[in-house]
């Protein structure tokens, strides 16, 4: 996602200023680490019910970012087609 779009979605958005850091830090980590990465970093990082907070928080984004723009691909879906996409280059050995 790109930076401007969520900055301004947030602007606009109505959020408290630490609701909109808050949206801000979870849509960055998981576009850094997808899904799947944010849970690990969330249980190495946090513990108890601040895990359950953080789940909360998630589930807001999944709820809010939808409301962006309709042209905007799900951001997990969106990563795992690229990553479908990625092919390695491996240089060719010559003889």
Same mark, same amino acid.
Not at 8 to 24: N, T
Not at 34 to 60: N, P, R
């Given at each position: 996602?790109? &930076?401007? $779009?969520?900055? %301004?979605?947030?602007?606009?958005? +109505?959020?408290? @200023? ?5 949206l801000y830090y979870w $849509? ?5 680490? =997808?899904?799947?990465? /944010?849970?690990?970093? @969330?249980? $190495?990082?946090?513990? =108890? +019910?601040?895990? %359950? /907070?953080?789940?909360? &928080?998630? %589930?807001? @984004? !999944? /709820?809010?970012? #939808?409301?962006?723009? =309709? /042209? !905007? #691909?799900?951001? $997990?879906?969106?990563?795992? &087609?690229?990553?479908?996409?990625? &092919?390695?280059?491996? #240089?060719k050995r010559s003889y």
């Amino acid at each position: 996602m790109e &930076e401007n $779009v969520l900055r %301004a979605y947030l602007d606009r958005s +109505g959020l408290s @200023i630490k609701k909109q850091e808050k949206l801000y830090y979870w $849509v960055r980590m998981t576009t850094n680490f =997808g899904i799947s990465g /944010t849970w690990e970093q @969330i249980k $190495v990082k946090y513990s =108890g +019910g601040s895990i %359950a /907070t953080c789940k909360k &928080e998630i %589930a807001l @984004i !999944l /709820t809010e970012l #939808p409301k962006i723009d =309709g /042209t !905007l #691909p799900n951001l $997990v879906q969106f990563l795992r &087609e690229e990553l479908e996409k990625f &092919e390695i280059i491996k #240089p060719k050995r010559s003889y």
